[in-house]
């Protein structure tokens, strides 16, 4: 994968892990890197594509959002700051360390130490999507002062990694909104992996993190969060 990184990226990027955690390991080793690069480079187009969906739904205005895959347990790819995510392709992604130290002359998006935070403390995770759509933004206002939206009795919440019926309870967290990222940090750390836990979190009138053990199970979350936010959202204004 060394010899394909995009431009910008460093040269020496480290092997992906992909294929080992996804039981490829037994492969040969030729094949297992090609299956490893196959699908790294994959989970980069899944990424893309998703940008630009949740661009076209209005969730990441004047170049707001931010996305990162784990890349393995040592590097990150992180979107770079600045970056109009509605147009996002590998030019705005970077590598970092899983501790957050830049390994190119980039700079990452200002919020990267919330996703760092999600990959240490959540293994499983492997892509971080962070969005300030309207009706997150909306409904994180609303529900400040409860610290949580709790979700229950949609058919809807089977979206949910390991969620098999409508009838389960789920609350999303929702932190206080701060532009030093270690309180916020702080305030979201109870939260992460706790029994029961939610895929996701809420900032208060800023937006939402979902993540997931891919770029399709951490956009699956993301949309169902948006619809079920909506959901909460519309019955608010009903008589
Ligand atoms: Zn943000």
Sequence with gaps: MNGDAPPGWPASLPRCHCAESRGLAAFPATLARAVEAAIFNAEV?????????FGARGWTPATSGNYSLRLNRDTLLMTRSGVDKRR???????AMTSDGKPLTEA???????????IYRSLPKARAVLHVHSPAATVASRRSAA???IVLQNYELLKAFEGVETHSVQLSIP????????EPLARSVAPFLGRPGYCPGYLIEGHGIYAWGASVADAARHLDAFDFLLNCELLETRSP
């Design 45 to 53: 187009a899944a990424l893309i594509e998703a940008a630009h969906d």
């Design 88 to 94: 996002l392709d590998s030019r705005g992604l970077m």
């Design 107 to 117: 700079v990452p998006s200002a919020e990267a130490a919330l996703h760092v935070q």
């Design 146 to 148: 409860r610290r949580e």
């Design 174 to 181: 929702v932190v206080a909104n701060h532009q030093d990222m």
